[in-house]
């Protein structure tokens, strides 16, 4: 069964630290809830920096990453269904990719 990145985007810092612990505690009963599909529960992500050919954005670019999650599923539609109840769709994105095996 593959794994599959759930790549978070957008969002925006809590308003206060009581609504940051009630997000993260329906993060987490999220998260919990996933049971063996949850390969790594993943990291918020720091602000980031966009290289390209062009040279280095320091903003993130227009849709900054703000955290990642790996999951198994069966399929990318498997992988999308698990990223639909996440309670970060409430104020940003989520890409879902399939991580791919690399023979070297």
């Not at 227009?62 to 990642?68: C, E, Q």
């Not at 399929?75 to 698990?82: E, F, M, P, Q, S």
Request: glycine content about 14%.
């Amino acid at each position: 069964m593959p794994n599959y990145i759930l790549a978070y985007h957008g969002g925006k810092k809590p308003e206060s630290p009581e609504a940051g612990q009630k997000f993260m505690a329906r993060w987490r009963e999220w998260s919990d809830g996933l049971g063996d599909a949850s390969i790594e529960k993943g990291k918020p992500a720091g602000m980031s920096k966009t290289v390209s050919a062009d040279g280095v954005a320091d903003n993130g670019g227009s849709n900054p990453l703000s955290g990642y999650s790996i999951v198994r599923a069966d399929n990318i539609d498997g992988a999308v269904k698990l990223a639909q109840g996440c309670p970060h769709l409430d104020h940003g994105t989520i890409e879902v990719a399939e991580l791919m095996d690399m023979e070297m």
